[in-house]
């Protein structure tokens, strides 16, 4: 069955760095998007950034534009994102997620807390 594991999470102070991992296992990883979206509480699940099947395009949201970065290794079955200049805001539950051509994603990890305060 498709699974996808976060890892990476942690607490931090503002302006500093973290990178998930997201490892993915029971599909061909490298015919599919993929993608983060976070949640925080009482906030609704956004999209942080997306990636395409062979790594050589990017999206991302507005709020992290220029901050955040997600990569792909196809031959390693893994995705990051690498999070700079982290603010409060970014707080929030990660989730990594096999992207579709469209609509919402069906399968997502566990998800990871990342936590930035001072």
């Known amino acids: 069955q498709v699974q996808l594991v976060e890892s990476g999470g942690g607490l931090v102070q503002p302006g500093e760095s973290l990178r998930l991992s997201c490892a993915a296992s029971?599909?061909?990883?490298?015919?599919?998007?993929m993608s983060w979206y976070r949640q925080a509480p009482g906030k609704e699940r956004e999209l942080v950034a997306a990636?395409?099947?062979?790594?050589?395009?990017?999206n991302y949201g507005d709020s992290v534009k220029g901050r955040f970065t997600i990569s792909r290794d196809n031959a390693k079955n893994t995705v990051w994102l690498q999070m700079n200049s982290l603010k409060p805001e970014d707080t929030a539950v990660y989730y990594c997620?096999?992207?579709?051509?469209?609509?919402?994603?069906?399968?997502w990890g566990q998800g990871t807390q990342v936590t930035v305060s001072s």
């Open positions: 990636i395409n099947s062979a790594g050589g395009s990017t």
């Open positions: 029971g599909f061909t990883f490298s015919r599919y998007a």
């Open positions: 997620a096999r992207q579709p051509l469209s609509g919402t994603p069906t399968y």
